[in-house]
């Protein structure tokens, strides 16, 4: 999928040299999700019973053949930071994050169509794809990485969108990758005074797998502090949830209401674009509704997986995972020996539900969909209004 639409919904991407372009598998993934949602609040099937095919065949038909079969992840695109090809592609958590979380809900129109095979195949599929962001993307430290080749060379690896895999209903809250994922992101990209965030670490990682870093991803960024914040909601780090959503809410206001893209990680001034639509508005009402108890966050494909360690291959093709692979280490009919606990990743029904009567529930995932936007030149003046800290205080850092 190529990044965005111009003018007159002419299909369009960054200017860059010819043969350079930005092209994502993510968006499959997230128009599924979006969908999931719409249904779920309104409980209208219209448009999955009248786009049946299109929707089996080439949005969620789209993504199984990308599925890499040795470690279970979306095979290497431009994904949610537009990356241009030709060199630049990378295996992203993100563009896995939201496979996983679009074939779930995939399964679910499925059964309403009467295709119990075709729902039983996709939740597999989706099965597979967590199962590889948590046997091939899990850093030592329990977090899911940005990309697989940062992750193997041991550094660089922070990106606050894999926070989305608990926002997506991916992890478990109360596990042990979510919190750490959490962790990760607010130890290496929040900015000096907090509590928003950085993008991600690729305007100072020194592994050379990310030279294109810039003040671009260094910038606080809006979106990723309400993502954060339903992240953060979850796994119960509250007050962290309010001083992001408060903090936004208070910039916002004195800036006349218009939700940004990104604040200067010094100054707090607005930079680059204002106002946004999916990474502004959508996010915000999405991140209310989390609050207030009207978005409910339900795992994927309905169960929380058990996870792994960090380095755990617990699903190759010829290891049973029986009680007698006592994983002695000695390599005698154990095929992964090690301390290896053979744990799997059990998948069911889907998840991810509105609350009550909630068509803004809706509302926010489609705005949040609408993340691609003809962007400004990125040297365009922003809005340079900084919003004041509270009576008697500076904004907390949260650690």
Same mark, same amino acid.
């Given at each position: 999928m190529i990044t965005n639409y111009g003018n007159y919904s002419r299909i369009t991407h960054d200017i860059a040299p010819v043969g350079v372009f930005n092209f994502e598998f993510d968006g499959a993934g997230l128009f599924l999700w979006a969908l999931d949602h719409y249904v779920r609040a309104t409980g209208d099937w219209t448009l999955v019973q009248e786009r049946w095919p299109t929707l089996r065949d080439e949005v969620a038909g789209f993504l199984t053949p990308l599925i890499d079969p040795q470690i279970g992840l979306i095979a290497a695109d431009s994904s949610i930071w537009e990356h241009h090809w030709l060199?630049?592609?990378?295996?992203?958590?993100?563009?896995?994050?939201?496979?996983?979380?679009?074939?779930?809900?995939?399964?679910?129109?499925? #059964?309403?169509?009467?295709?119990?095979? +075709?729902?039983?195949?996709?939740?597999?599929?989706?099965?597979?794809?967590? =199962?590889?962001?948590?046997?091939?993307?899990?850093?030592? !430290?329990?977090?899911?990485? +940005?990309?697989?080749?940062?992750?193997?060379a041991g550094a660089g690896y922070v990106d606050g969108a894999t926070l989305e895999a608990v926002a997506m209903g991916l992890l478990d809250?109360?596990?042990?990758?979510?919190?750490?994922?959490?962790?990760?992101?607010?130890a290496e990209l929040q900015t000096t005074d907090g509590p928003g965030l950085s993008r991600n670490d690729d305007a100072w990682d020194a592994n050379e797998l990310s030279p294109w870093g810039s003040v671009y991803d260094s910038d606080e960024w809006v979106v990723?502090?309400?993502?954060?914040?339903?992240?953060?909601?979850?796994?119960?780090?509250?007050?962290?949830?309010?001083?992001?959503?408060?903090?936004? =809410?208070?910039?916002?206001?004195?800036?006349?209401?218009?939700?940004?893209?990104?604040?200067?990680?010094?100054?707090?001034?607005?930079?680059?674009?204002?106002p946004m639509v999916g990474f502004g508005a959508g996010a915000y009402i999405a991140a209310l509704n989390?609050? +207030?108890?009207?978005?409910?966050?339900?795992?994927?494909?309905?169960?929380?997986?058990? #996870?792994?360690?960090?380095? !755990?291959? !617990? !699903?190759s093709g010829d290891d049973d995972d029986s009680e007698d692979d006592d994983d002695s280490g000695d390599g005698e009919g154990d095929d992964d020996a090690g301390d290896d606990d053979d744990r799997v990743v059990p998948v069911g029904g889907c998840g991810c539900s509105a609350g009550g009567d909630s068509p803004t529930v809706f509302w926010a995932v489609l705005l949040l969909l609408a993340l691609r936007t003809t962007r400004a030149p990125r040297g365009s003046p922003g809005r340079c209004r900084r919003a004041p800290p509270p009576a008697g205080s500076a904004r907390p850092r949260w650690t």
């Open positions: 060199g630049k592609e990378r295996s992203w958590a993100y563009t896995s994050i939201t496979a996983a979380r679009g074939l779930c809900a995939a399964a679910t129109f499925a #059964e309403h169509m009467g295709e119990q095979g +075709q729902a039983d195949d996709w939740r597999s599929d989706a099965e597979r794809i967590r =199962t590889g962001l948590l046997t091939s993307l899990q850093a030592p !430290d329990r977090s899911l990485a +940005q990309t697989l080749e940062e992750l193997q809250p109360a596990g042990a990758v979510a919190p750490a994922t959490l962790a990760a992101a607010v990723i502090d309400l993502r954060a914040a339903v992240a953060a909601r979850e796994v119960g780090e509250v007050a962290l949830a309010d001083a992001l959503l408060s903090w936004v =809410t208070a910039q916002s206001t004195a800036n006349y209401l218009a939700i940004g893209e990104t604040y200067d990680p010094v100054s707090a001034d607005y930079t680059n674009n204002a989390h609050r +207030q108890g009207a978005l409910v966050i339900e795992p994927a494909c309905g169960t929380w997986p058990v #996870e792994p360690p960090p380095g !755990d291959d !617990d !699903d």
